[in-house]
């Protein structure tokens, strides 16, 4: 499973979803969705917007976790 860790990059930045809603070009509402773990899939080039906005790589984006049988 890949974990969206964009809430810890955030933090760290102290940045809101807003201001990087605003530096990127995505609308919160899509940043949100990346945020909460319920998007699909991800464009490589909102990926290279974000990590250019919070200065990051994308490995500290996204976290591969083995899936718990449940």
């Not at 809101?16 to 070009?25: C, K």
């Not at 290279?48 to 790589?57: K, N, V, Y």
Request: with cysteine; glycine share 6%; net charge positive.
């Amino acid at each position: 499973m890949i974990r969206v860790e964009l809430d810890v990059m955030l933090a760290r930045r102290k940045m809101t979803l807003l201001e990087l809603s605003q530096r990127v070009g995505v609308t919160p509402a899509n940043l949100s969705i990346l945020k909460n773990g319920r998007a699909r899939a991800v464009r490589l080039q909102t990926l290279d917007a974000i990590c250019r906005a919070l200065s990051c790589q994308p490995g500290d984006l996204l976290v591969w976790t083995p899936e718990e049988d449940g």
